[in-house]
């Protein structure tokens, strides 16, 4: 009766388009019929077909979590997740379609709030999934993978590409894309404080992926930079000592590099508009 009752639920939950009050109202009832089947937690006793559906309920809470825009939620969601991903396969009745992209998500989450030392860690756990070259080639797992590789090499025109609408692999990534861009944008300017003294104004537009000129004066405020005949002032250096000094040149030639490749894919966009 409960299993039964449980599968109607999850038909319902699997409509993308639910409203989150509605979606948390029926996820409320799956997990009380979880607890009456004894499958809110895995273990040796609870049959597979019961695991699966247990499963399923959390990776959906998960998905309608981040459609909303609940990152508590949705991190509360993943860890309850975790207990099952660590099951071997023969404990489900059924493969889950969801698994790789719910992993995905999570690991794309990491990265928007620069926890890197577990964004590497939980992809060493990967392994149980595939070679390196499935994980990678996953449509959801690869994803992830390349933004975390070009932001480490400061490819950042590649991961603005990347983050475009049409290029996500789905809507919940677009989700967690708009919380990265403000950390990447972040990341460019301090590339571009040690790289040169100043940028014309339209280059800063371009290279930090701004709508408007606006945009750009309020951004140059917020990192106190100074705007003047359509040229941002970069605030200048402290004195340094001369390994110091040594230290930054190399940073600075590392930088230059960063920005003028940003720019000069910004460039080709404005081109083929």
Avoid at 11 to 23: A, G, I
Avoid at 124 to 143: I, P
Avoid at 236 to 256: I, P
Wanted: with cysteine; hydrophobic share 40%; net charge negative.
């Amino acid at each position: 009766m409960a299993d039964r009752q449980l599968t109607t639920l999850l038909t319902q939950l699997r409509t993308p388009s639910l409203p989150f009050p509605q979606s948390t109202t029926l996820l409320s009832k799956a997990k009380l019929l979880l607890l009456q089947l004894s499958a809110l937690t895995p273990s040796p006793i609870v049959p597979p077909a019961h695991l699966t559906l247990a499963r399923e309920v959390y990776e959906l809470g998960a998905l309608h979590s981040l459609r909303a825009k609940n990152p508590d939620s949705f991190t509360r969601y993943v860890s309850q997740l975790q207990p099952f991903y660590e099951l071997p396969p023969q404990s489900f009745s059924a493969p889950s379609p969801n698994q790789n992209k719910v992993t995905a998500l999570w690991l794309l989450f990491l990265l928007t709030q620069g926890r890197y030392t577990e964004f590497h860690s939980d992809l060493e756990g990967l392994s149980t999934r595939g070679s390196v070259a499935e994980v990678e080639n996953d449509k959801f797992l690869g994803y992830p993978i390349k933004l975390e590789r070009w932001l480490m090499e400061g490819a950042y025109d590649r991961v603005w590409k990347a983050m475009k609408k049409g290029e996500v692999p789905s809507e919940e990534f677009g989700v967690l894309c708009e919380v990265l861009t403000p950390q990447i944008r972040r990341e460019i300017a301090s590339s571009s404080e040690r790289a040169y003294p100043s940028l014309p104004f339209l280059s800063a537009q371009s290279l930090l992926f701004l709508d408007s000129e606006g945009a750009v004066i309020d951004f140059a405020n917020s990192r106190g930079w100074v705007i003047k005949d359509r040229t941002i002032y970069f605030p200048t250096a402290a004195e340094l000592n001369a390994d110091e000094e040594g230290e930054q040149e190399q940073e600075k030639e590392v930088s230059q590099m960063v920005i003028e490749n940003t720019l000069g894919y910004a460039r080709q966009l404005e081109t083929i508009v």
